[in-house]
């Protein structure tokens, strides 16, 4: 009589109010044995039980964690994959435990990630689609699962779905291509940051800090370069595999069809994405010869914050060492002057950086005239100036590498602008400051050499007694700030 007693309960749970009678009658516990029976009738009747017993009750769910269900559900969902019903109940009872860090921690142990890409991979209808992709976005957010999916292919698996839904105007399949790209999202997003930072701070403190931080979040233990270079290679994989698949045009075909609509949600996750994969040289290539720079330069109009701020992030990551593609920007009247007109958002603190960040960065890595005047005529030095003393370090540097770069292209464009934004006054002042780090020291004097070839420049460098300043910082305490500051008064004496 188990079967049918099961299938009683599963019944009766359907009430709302019959859950507290079941609860102190203990049936949770009772009926967790049947969940390791092989008649597949018992495995549905006190699943449907067990799930909607516990549904909404965390402390209940977290004592199932603790008695060992996951194991059994992803035994159910690797022995009866074919059994509709049944997948559909685990699948259900996955999604409502996968919040629980318990639960992850449970499953990173299993091969679930594998089960869930294949019931992926075989789902039908919508419906399906949605259920695994709500557990598979649960499991994107601890980084073991994610690091498990992605060794389980569901990349490719993604990247079918959105080119088979491509150009749908289906509410429902769009429903989906949304989920796809918020899932795309959640397996870039994280670990491509950790190791492009690692890849441009290896040498320092920060890089090693990025490197413990890592291995830490990927529960490796330090040391084990072997297992750190494998994720490398897994997520940088993962990146470039995308991009070859097509995946960049299904984003921005996605991004261009919510345009028009305002849907920000759908905007801010496709252009996650794509900042994401442009991470890799390789990537960034690719992504230009398609166009990408362009395309999205359509959401230029927008005045959505959240979307401006992605926008900026995904054109400076894909500007980032890429000369022709920071000419291409560069020479763009509409992006520049939006630009500017965003580095004075004073409203919205993040769009503020992020265009002056663009904006460095396409000074810094272009190698055209041209680009220098369309920024002065933008009016865009000013922010720039500005921009040396603003809080964070990296912008600081940022800042002046730009202007250093600009001031040996076209010294003489410039010149007029950073005597009317009070650059050498600026300069002075980062060098006089004791809270100012060795690293923008340095860089000051770097550029101050480069404003020493114009002879107006020259003259509100000698007036405002920055030879005296550098003489002090010959005595400082970083050797590389010395090193620097000897060779600027050599400059400043025209002794070479």
Known sequence: CAVKAAQVLSEITKNEEMKKPCIEADLVLTLIPLLESTDQEMLLHAGRAIGRICYDNRDLQEELVKVGVITSLVRILTD????????HVDLLALCNLADLDTAKEALSKTKVAEQLVKQLRRAENHERLEIVFEALQALAENDALKVQLVEAGVQDVLSEILLRLQGSSQAEDTCIVKAASDLIVSLLLGECWYLHHIQTHAA??????????????SNCKVGHSLTLQRQKATVYG????MVQLGV??????LLEKHVES???????????????????????????EEGVAERIQALLRSEMPPVQFKLLGTLRMLADGQADAAEILGQDPMLLNRLVQWCNANDHTGVRREANRLLASILRHNRSQE???????AQGVKHLVSMTTSEHTAMQNEALNALAVASEIDLETLEESFKESQ?????????QDDNTSPEVKYNSMGLLCSLLNSGDLRQEIE???????????????NANVVKEAVTTLQVLRGET
Do not use: W
């Open 80 to 87: 009866y994959a074919e059994s509709e019903p049944l997948i």
């Open 204 to 217: 320092t403190e920060t890089g090693a800090t990025a490197i413990a931080n890592f291995t830490k979040k």
């Open 238 to 241: 993962n990146c470039v595999r």
């Open 248 to 253: 960049i045009h299904q984003l921005l075909d």
């Open 262 to 288: 305002g849907d920000v949600s759908v905007q801010h996750a496709a252009l996650s994405a794509l900042r994401n994969l442009a991470i890799p040289v390789v990537n960034k290539v690719q992504m230009l």
């Open 371 to 377: 680009v220098v005047k369309a920024i002065q005529e």
């Open 423 to 431: 650059l050498v006054q600026c300069l002075h002042k980062l060098l």
């Open 463 to 477: 007036e405002d007694k920055i030879k005296e300043t550098l003489e002090q910082l010959c005595s400082h305490s």
